[in-house]
């Protein structure tokens, strides 16, 4: 009887795709990462702090109450990547699709976990926009960084560290995360090496000191953009959205068009389809993209709120742009949401490795893979109050 090898080779692959995440994992790097050997939920109790009172001789105090409370750490994320290959595409290829796509599907869990990590920058207590320090609540204007002799860069990073040292945290574990598009504006003013820090930081995004913070280039921030419809669309105007250009149409037929309704509402529900992938595509709706363009599109939400649509990613920057024949129908100014916080604010369980599931088709020479992690991510009270939002503009409003 021949020898089978599948199940070692599938092991070999879970490791490597262990290892590469935990190298790679921005993650891992900034949260305190917590052990759940057992069940997927953990209590994560807390004694909230207690004022001090001024005491006089012979005077009796008022006794506090000692309040606690308790934050929940649940895995409760499973992020999966599937795919099948048939036994005769295997033999027919002179090279082994298989651990590519693996990889590929690595790469793709890291944005997942990534991405849902550096949202939990939307829940700190504090932020920093246009209006300056203060509190995280409603809606944020985003600030526009300046260079050159009017820089406003140490401004807002130093003024945005100084809120949370302010507060108590600490000032030796502050860590600065932004996107590929802001150290360029960092490195203006001068990023300062780093030494004696592990290969492995670097490979999770560390690039050097700033302000006397460690900072991080991170490619999964949460970004937010609306599209303004105030007419309905003309015939050939186009919305491009992370390199997707999505075309208007009052004929779809080639991958990418949207159907133009009965008015700027209907158009609005047919571009919400066409990002999102849903509804049946159609000549009355949209054409379905390419494999390359939905791929572009993911982590991409995009919501309808009549003729006004708010677009959201957890992949850095939407780079969103339209050509519209009326130029009332624009692009709002984009805000992308870097971070400052205190390392290990953020609390994280990644549950034992990554794991591919192989199901062999009943009836056919194909095999299912189904690659996927399970984890979760919580952010305590006293982790919302070490760390501050910070509402950058990442694309000025169109005119």
Not at 370 to 395: C, E, F, H, N, W
Request: aromatic share 6%; proline share 3%.
């Amino acid at each position: 009887m021949a020898n089978t090898f599948t199940s070692v080779v599938k092991q070999h692959w879970e490791n490597a795709l262990q290892d590469n995440l935990e190298k790679s994992l921005l993650a891992m790097e900034l949260a305190q990462m917590v052990d759940i050997p057992n069940g997927t939920v953990k209590n994560l109790p807390r004694v909230s702090f207690q004022s001090t009172v001024a005491y006089t001789k012979y005077t009796g105090v008022t006794f506090q109450d000692v309040v606690t409370a308790s934050d929940t750490l649940t895995i409760d994320n499973t992020p999966m990547v599937p795919f099948n290959i048939d036994a005769l595409d295997v033999e027919d290829n002179y090279i082994n699709m298989t651990p590519e796509i693996i990889r590929n599907a690595g790469y793709r869990l890291k944005e997942s976990i990534d991405g849902n990590f550096l949202a939990e920058a939307l829940n700190a207590t504090w932020k920093y926009d246009n209006n300056g320090v203060g509190l995280n609540t409603g809606t944020l204007t985003p600030v526009a960084l300046v260079t050159g002799s009017s820089q406003n860069v140490s401004t807002v990073f130093g003024m945005s560290k100084a809120a949370l040292t302010n507060t108590g945290a600490n000032a030796d574990r502050m860590a600065l995360i932004v996107d590929s598009f802001t150290l360029v504006a960092i490195n203006t003013l001068g990023l300062e090496a780093g030494f004696n820090v592990a290969d492995s930081a670097y490979t999770r995004g560390f690039r050097g000191t700033f302000g006397g913070m460690e900072v991080y280039e991170a490619s999964n921030l949460t970004t937010t953009t609306t599209l303004d419809l105030a007419t309905n669309p003309s015939d050939g105007d186009t919305v491009t959205v992370q390199g997707v250009v999505l075309t208007f149409k009052t004929t779809p037929v080639l991958a990418g068009a949207v159907d133009i309704g009965s008015d700027a509402d209907g158009s609005a529900i047919n571009l919400v389809a066409a990002i999102m992938g849903t509804g049946t595509p159609s000549e009355t709706t949209y054409i379905a993209l390419s494999a390359d363009n939905r791929a572009r599109l993911s982590g991409v939400t995009a919501v309808d709120g009549t003729n006004l649509i708010t677009f959201s990613s957890k992949r850095g920057a939407l780079l969103a742009s339209s050509s519209m024949t009326n130029a009332s129908n624009d692009f709002q100014a984009q805000t992308i949401n870097a971070c400052i916080m205190e390392k290990g604010s953020i609390r994280m369980a990644l549950r034992d490795s990554v794991k591919i599931k192989e199901v062999e088709a009943v009836d056919t020479l194909v095999t299912n893979y189904l690659v996927y992690a399970r984890y979760g991510i919580v952010t305590p009270k006293s982790g919302k109050d070490r760390m501050v939002r910070i509402a950058l503009q990442s694309v000025a409003a169109e005119a």
